[in-house]
């Protein structure tokens, strides 16, 4: 598996590696997540478009509208032990 991450910001721009038939460990058919469209959620980096590549072809294509983080849980329902 390979982490590809852009230099100045160590952001992940993609992940690369190969998927395998089940009747068939040594063919290998390559796979990669592409992310793109990084905007600022609470102070997390997170991607709104990403891409998911399949033995060249890309069979997955999501743009998110929308991202919200740390809700619904207050801080009250964890304690220290």
Same mark, same amino acid.
């Given at each position: 598996?390979?982490?590809?991450?852009?230099?100045?910001?160590?952001?992940?721009?993609?992940?690369?590696?190969?998927?395998?038939?089940?009747?068939?460990?040594?063919?290998?058919?390559?796979?990669?997540?592409?992310?793109?469209?990084?905007?600022?959620? @609470?102070?997390?980096?997170?991607?709104?478009?990403?891409?998911?590549?399949?033995?060249?072809?890309?069979?997955?294509?999501?743009?998110?509208? @929308?991202?919200?983080? @740390?809700?619904?849980?207050?801080?009250?329902?964890?304690?220290?032990?």
């Amino acid at each position: 598996m390979d982490f590809y991450l852009e230099a100045v910001s160590l952001l992940p721009l993609a992940v690369a590696f190969n998927q395998h038939p089940d009747n068939d460990l040594l063919t290998d058919i390559p796979v990669e997540i592409d992310f793109a469209n990084y905007r600022s959620i @609470n102070g997390v980096q997170v991607p709104f478009h990403f891409q998911r590549m399949f033995n060249g072809g890309v069979v997955l294509d999501v743009t998110v509208t @929308n991202a919200v983080l @740390n809700t619904g849980l207050s801080d009250g329902v964890f304690s220290l032990q």
